[in-house]
C-alpha cells in the first residue's frame, strides 16, 4: 500500500474527503517525525511505539575495492507493532 492508497481508505474508513484525509495522514506524519527529532518516543497504544534508537559507530568491507571501512555512527527510527497488531497479523 502506497501513501495514496492509505489516504483513499482513511477517507473510506472514516467518512472524510481525501483531502481531508491526506492533510490528517500529513500532520501525523509530522507530528510523530518531529517528535522523534526532539528525542522522544511515541507510544500508540495497542498499534505500536514509535522511537530513536543510535546504531553505534562500526567496521565494514566497500563491496567493490574490498577494502575495510568504518561505518559512522548514526540515529535510526524503529517501529514496535503493539499486541493489537500482532494478533491481527497472526
Given amino acids: 500500500m502506497n501513501k495514496s492508497e492509505l489516504v483513499s481508505a482513511i477517507a473510506d474508513k472514516s467518512g472524510l474527503s481525501k483531502s481531508d484525509s491526506k492533510k490528517a495522514l500529513d ?3 509530522e507530528a510523530i ?10 507510544a500508540l497504544v495497542g498499534f505500536g511505539t514509535f522511537s530513536v534508537s ?9 563491496p567493490l575495492t574490498k577494502a575495510a571501512m568504518t561505518i559512522p555512527a548514526k540515529k535510526v527510527a524503529k517501529f514496535k507493532a503493539g499486541a493489537d497488531v500482532d ?3 497472526n
Fill in 33 to 42: 517525525t518531529d517528535a522523534l527529532k526532539a528525542g522522544d518516543k511515541v
Fill in 87 to 89: 494478533n491481527a497479523i
Fill in 54 to 62: 543510535e546504531r553505534p559507530e562500526r567496521q565494514g568491507i566497500n
Fill in 27 to 29: 500532520g501525523f506524519i
